[in-house]
């Protein structure tokens, strides 16, 4: 941890170096010394590297040709001991790697190298003067670069035939020495060849060495000219930095700063005319205050209503946004968690080892969480106009509380749960008073992350004289006493600022006022605070206070009714999700249903129109033709089928979405449903029809089966 707070301090310092005047200068100057002498250096030995290299060339080729005037005797007669003394001499040269001499058949008359080398193969030999032939170099003793293969040695590789001259007269003897005159080209015949190899190893080391020299002389270089840049910005940046220094005072009101340059150029002349502009801002700034002072009251009021309607406009933005994006997340979770489950629900039923039924009421239990926690998120992200229902205060705390619970696990609070069970329901909007008890919840879990160490967050319930009481005590470091009558009032916040709009508390003061209660906060400097909210009882006439819940998807597995004993029934099971596809398949054909699928509303439209189906199962959301789409052809055509459909959806939160069902008055699943609640439901409209079914086992949770249900 320290080296890292160490390497974040070095950064920012030299971020903060780079980006000022005299780091500028450096690092440019210093960038443009770097370049140009790496440039100059690299340039300067590539130009070594190819002198070096012709030199030796150049070497090579005068060898070779001196040597093939020398071995012409030797070769002619096949004297080894010529070609042998006149090898020796031209192996006297330290970059002379091997000698080869060929008869006029290619065959070798005498092949010597110098210690440290060896001969390479003749066949290499031939095929490297081959390949150089087909390339072009034709020319006697011109060299070409040879590498050995097996130890990697490199070769200046030059090949000259070895001629004589012709016999003049059949029967006289060859002369070997003919005079000047009388040798022309036509004279002369073939009767051998020599190969020498040029070793490019004494040329290397001297580029090595070069290289080195070169290296330090850059280098040198580079540190000279940078030591005297450092040295020139200096000077400039020094009475540049005094007029940054001046004017940042200026720009924070201080207008008593005056520069003292004593330089003559340029810089001096800035600074005085600085001097100059800081004096007449000081007189202009008196001139300013009287006249500010007689706006400023206009000013402020007309700010702080502006302020007002943009906080109230920005806030309903991002809660606007907030939901839009939680419905997405959750439409897009709802569907594998639905395969999750009804799989996990299948498995469980089959004979299982102990072991791995474990593993499985785990998998089910956590994807319960995640559904769970979706449905929370939804709950709250959720838009509707004010509609009270019955609602239980302690499960709508306990959703809050799950979905703060991985911040309480990250900021070390522990929830302490005092819960009345069965507290009685009130009439109450339930996306409102969720949105108090987040907004309680959330300020608690910050006021004690402040403290950075262990928390506790204490939740009670209670029912008192017709009266649901609810109590938040946080151990945070609680409210002033000056702060606490104001915390309900609109934009006061003491959070820094883009912490808070100060919105959330006055917000929940008129929501609770609203619903005809009282909201109030007790607190006490060092010990925390405890939030008490009061709620009276309310029953709506005409609603029974055990109403379920309008989401079937989030109601408790239900047990199926039961029917006489009847015929199979057929299902059209529709959904773009294979998953989903694969579950319905196995849980309805475990029943004994006759079960057809399809991945769109345009297939289900297709084969619901070719022929008849007991009940059809459809998701809301499908490419190509949704479920809504599907459902006005069928009520175009006045379609028996509409009275046997089933809608699944994993976006209730969506507004077209609540309209649709609510408009339609079909039965649908929330994703991800449980799987009893589906074959409940597939009974339900066979019962309507005066179906008749076997009565239905209940999947129970350890994969056994209700031993009051017939299996």
């Known amino acids: 941890m320290r080296e890292s707070r160490v390497l974040g301090g070095a950064i920012q310092r030299l971020s903060n170096f780079s980006r000022g005047l005299r780091g500028k200068f450096i690092l440019l100057i210093s960038a443009l010394l770097i370049t140009t002498s790496m440039a100059l250096g690299w340039i300067f030995l590539v130009r070594e590297v190819r002198d070096e290299a012709t030199k030796l060339s150049q070497k090579g080729s005068l060898l070779l040709r001196n040597m093939a005037i020398d071995a012409e005797l030797g070769v002619f007669t096949r004297n080894q001991e010529s070609l042998a003394s006149l090898s020796r001499e031209i192996l006297r040269d330290e970059d002379v790697a091997f000698v080869v001499i060929l008869d006029e058949h290619g065959q070798p008359l005498y092949t010597r190298a110098r210690d440290g080398y060896r001969v390479p193969p003749l066949s290499s030999l031939k095929g490297a003067q081959s390949q150089r032939l087909n390339e072009g170099h034709s020319g006697a003793g011109e060299p070409y670069l040879y590498r050995e293969p097996e130890r990697r040695e490199e070769f200046y590789l030059l090949q000259i035939s070895v001629s004589t001259q012709r016999k003049v007269n059949v029967g006289e003897e060859i002369g070997f020495l003919p005079e000047p005159d009388a040798v022309r080209a036509g004279d002369r015949e073939g009767i051998g060849s020599i190969y020498l190899g040029v070793s490019t190893r004494g040329m290397r080391s001297n580029i090595r060495r070069l290289e080195r020299a070169l290296g330090f002389a850059t280098l040198a270089v580079i540190v000279i000219g940078i030591l005297l840049t450092v040295l020139l910005v200096r000077i400039i940046a020094d009475p540049v930095n005094q007029l940054v220094e001046a004017t940042r005072r200026i720009a924070r009101g201080d207008l008593d700063v005056l520069l003292r340059v004593d330089s003559q150029d340029e810089i001096g002349e800035l600074a005085k005319s600085f001097n100059q502009m800081t004096l007449k801002l000081q007189k202009s700034r008196e001139e300013l205050e009287q006249t500010n002072l007689q706006l400023e009251q206009m000013v402020q009021e007309r700010t702080r209503e502006l302020e007002e309607a943009q906080n109230q406009l920005v806030q309903a933005e991002k809660m606007s946004v907030v939901g839009q994006l939680v419905s997405g997340v959750a439409h897009e979770l709802n569907n594998p968690l639905a395969g999750v489950l009804g799989y996990s629900q299948l498995l469980l039923r089959m004979d299982l080892s102990e072991e791995v039924r474990r593993g499985l009421d785990k998998i089910e239990s956590e994807a319960e969480r995640c559904r769970r926690i979706v449905q929370n998120l939804l709950i709250f992200a959720r838009k509707n106009k004010p509609q009270k229902r019955p609602v239980d205060l302690n499960s ?316």
């Open 396 to 711: 709508m705390l306990e959703s809050v509380l799950e979905l703060k619970a991985y911040q309480f696990k990250v900021d070390n609070v522990r929830i302490v749960r005092e819960l009345q069970k069965s507290l009685p329901r009130t009439m109450a909007d339930a996306s409102q008073l969720q949105q108090v008890l987040m907004n309680i919840v959330h300020n608690a879990q910050q006021a004690m992350g402040e403290r950075k160490g262990s928390g506790v967050l204490t939740v009670r319930s209670r029912h008192q004289e017709g009266r649901i009481r609810l109590e938040i005590r946080d151990t945070g470091p609680g409210i002033a006493p000056e702060n606490l009558t104001r915390i309900f009032d609109p934009f006061f916040t003491t959070k820094e600022v883009g912490q808070g709009t100060g919105l959330g508390l006055s917000i929940c003061y008129g929501i609770v006022q609203e619903h005809r209660g009282r909201i109030w906060a007790e607190s006490r400097v060092g010990e925390g605070s405890t939030f008490h909210l009061e709620i009276p009882v309310q029953v709506e006439e005409g609603i029974p206070m055990e109403e379920k819940p309008a989401l079937r998807g989030a109601a408790p597995a239900l047990e199926p009714p039961a029917a006489p004993t009847g015929d199979t029934a057929r299902i059209l099971v529709v959904d773009d999700e294979p998953s989903i596809v694969d579950i319905l398949y196995d849980v309805l054909r475990m029943d004994g249903h006759q079960i057809e699928t399809a991945i769109n509303g345009r297939l289900a439209l297709s084969k619901l129109t070719s022929g008849s189906f007991d009940v059809v199962i459809s998701d809301l959301k499908m490419p190509g033709m949704s479920g809504q789409e599907l459902y006005r052809h069928l009520q175009e055509s006045e379609s028996a089928h509409l009275s046997r459909i089933i809608f699944t959806t994993g976006d209730v939160a969506n507004q077209d979405t609540q309209s649709f069902l609510q408009e339609s008055r079909t039965p649908y699943l929330q994703k991800p449903f449980n799987l009893n609640e589906v074959r409940r439901l597939v009974q339900e409209i066979l019962a309507s029809r005066k179906r008749t079914r076997t009565d239905l086992p209940i999947i129970l949770p350890g994969g056994s089966r209700d031993p009051g249900r017939a299996s």
